[in-house]
T-cell receptor, first 118, second 109 residues
Framework: GAVVSQHPSRVICKSGTSVKIECRSL??????MFWYRQFPKQSLMLMAT?????????EQGVEKDKFLINHASLTLSTLTVTSAHPEDSSFYIC??????????????FGDGTRLSIL | KQEVTQIPAALSVPEGENLVLNCSFT??????LQWFRQDPGKGLTSLLL?????REQTSGRLNASLDKSSGRSTLYIAASQPGDSATYLC????????FGAGTRLTVKP
């Protein structure tokens, strides 16, 4: 069964709206969570890495004031797309990883959120 | 920053063929490497995880190898089936996990 739950699976909203996406680890403590975005027919691009209790580390070119990430607990990270515009329409996927014994810990992925801004 | 390259970008084969997907990466300081498949419009399905100390990992008709020092991994699919049609993604796992562009596989009946 799924070990990472991502919600909502799909969002359609008007330009200018802020949208929050939740990512929860269901049966493990995720000290690190990752957020990716994927444009049609392209691969996943890492947006940011977040560690519980500290500020997220954003990839070059990703606006931290546009994409607010909160990782306040070991089981929940949120991505808020602020004042979304049509160019923010994309598939957003979160991933979570436990801290222990990194070599044999896979990254678990949510099912993704398809965001469409009208 | 880890750079991941996957070859070929696309592959179309008749059902029953054995095939090899290639992945290369620039930073060998990894904990592990995962192979995923992604169906159109869907999320990722993890196929195999190879730890950095391992050379290969098998699951059913899938076999993945890892040569960490040379920055290469291959995914071997035996006796391909139409249901194997998907995009296959390679992702070395280090401090973070980055993806290649993937190989889009089509298996024709």
């Amino acid at each position: 069964g799924a070990v990472v739950s991502q919600h909502p699976s799909r969002v359609i909203c008007k330009s200018g709206t802020s949208v929050k996406i939740e990512c929860r680890s269901l049966d493990f403590q995720a000290t690190t969570m990752f957020w990716y975005r994927q444009f049609p027919k392209q691969s996943l691009m890492l947006m940011a890495t977040s560690n519980e209790g500290s500020k997220a580390t954003y990839e070059q070119g990703v606006e931290k004031d546009k994409f607010l990430i909160n990782h306040a607990s070991l089981t929940l990270s949120t991505l808020t797309v602020t004042s979304a515009h049509p160019e923010d329409s994309s598939f957003y996927i979160c991933s979570a990883r436990a801290a222990e014994r990194l070599s044999n810990q896979p990254q678990h992925f949510g099912d993704g959120t398809r965001l469409s801004i009208l | 920053k880890q750079e991941v390259t996957q070859i070929p970008a696309a592959l179309s084969v008749p059902e029953g063929e054995n095939l090899v997907l290639n992945c290369s990466f620039t930073d060998s300081a990894i904990y592990n490497l995962q192979w995923f498949r992604q169906d159109p419009g869907k999320g990722l399905t993890s196929l195999l995880l190879i730890q950095s100390s391992q050379r290969e990992q098998t699951s059913g008709r899938l076999n993945a190898s890892l040569d960490k020092s040379s920055g290469r991994s291959t995914l071997y699919i035996a006796a391909s089936q139409p249901g194997d049609s998907a995009t296959y993604l390679c992702a070395p796992g280090g401090g973070d996990m980055r993806f290649g562009a993937g190989t889009r596989l089509t298996v024709k009946p």
